[in-house]
């Protein structure tokens, strides 16, 4: 019963180095989703996939990039972190059309010096 | 532009009152309205939903909220609150159907619950 599971859970990074957080989901939903999650600004949408094979910018997508590697994983990438991506990061998934609401992941704490 | 506020960063109530946590939205059409609960170091977890019907929903853990049509509004509550129930609570929109699944969250009530 692992639902969404991300990893690493925590991560330290300097400024430029790149790195790669896996999402993977044994749910068999067909919609996937990377949020990051600020003090004071909720969650905001980065990128997310409707379906296998289909990517899409949210709202901040500048400085990430994004993988559907097939229906149960979705990978978020840093090419180059900046301190400004210090973040909590989350996966969720759901079924398509969302009305079930969204599975989430329990994290990735990420921490650009 | 779609949006979904919060208007109370944080909520304190005495253990055993009855507790609200606001929500109000601007979305056009009839959007799918939900809450999840955060507790710390974890991921988001579903607590209720409303897409149609009775406007009074119950979910997990005892909460319910009220679906206000005119007032475009989605208040969490309980009638007792528990110690336990202290954490963050936010609410969510999706839109009507327009071809993708993006919710829209708002910023987040910090729910304190003194014993």
């Known amino acids: 019963n692992a639902g969404v599971t991300q990893t690493p859970k925590f991560q330290v990074l300097k400024t430029g180095q790149s790195m790669t957080l896996q999402c993977a989901q044994d749910?068999?939903?067909?919609?996937m989703y990377w949020y990051r999650q600020d003090p004071g600004m909720g969650l905001r949408l980065i990128y997310y996939s409707a379906s296998e094979g289909t990517t899409d910018k949210g709202e901040v997508p500048n400085g990430y990039n994004v993988s559907r590697l097939n229906k149960r994983e979705f990978s978020l990438r840093l090419e180059s972190a900046a301190p400004s991506q210090t973040s909590v990061y989350f996966c969720a998934s759901s079924e398509a059309g969302g009305s079930d609401g969204y599975t989430f992941g329990s994290g990735t704490r990420l921490t650009v010096v | 532009a779609q949006s979904v506020a919060q208007p109370e960063d944080q909520v304190n109530v005495a253990e055993g009152n009855p507790l609200t946590v606001k929500c109000t939205y601007s979305?056009?059409?009839?959007?799918?309205l939900f809450w999840y609960v955060q507790y710390p170091n974890r991921g988001l977890q579903f607590l209720l939903k409303y897409i149609t019907g009775d406007n009074l929903v119950k979910g997990s853990y005892g909460f319910e909220a009220e679906f206000n049509k005119s007032q475009t509004s989605f208040h969490l509550k309980k009638p007792s609150a528990l110690v336990s129930d202290s954490a963050l609570y936010f609410c969510a929109v999706r839109p009507p159907a327009s071809g993708t699944y993006k919710y829209i969250f708002g910023t987040g009530t910090r729910l304190k619950v003194l014993a």
């Open positions: 749910m068999n939903h067909n919609s």
């Open positions: 979305v056009s059409g009839n959007p799918y």
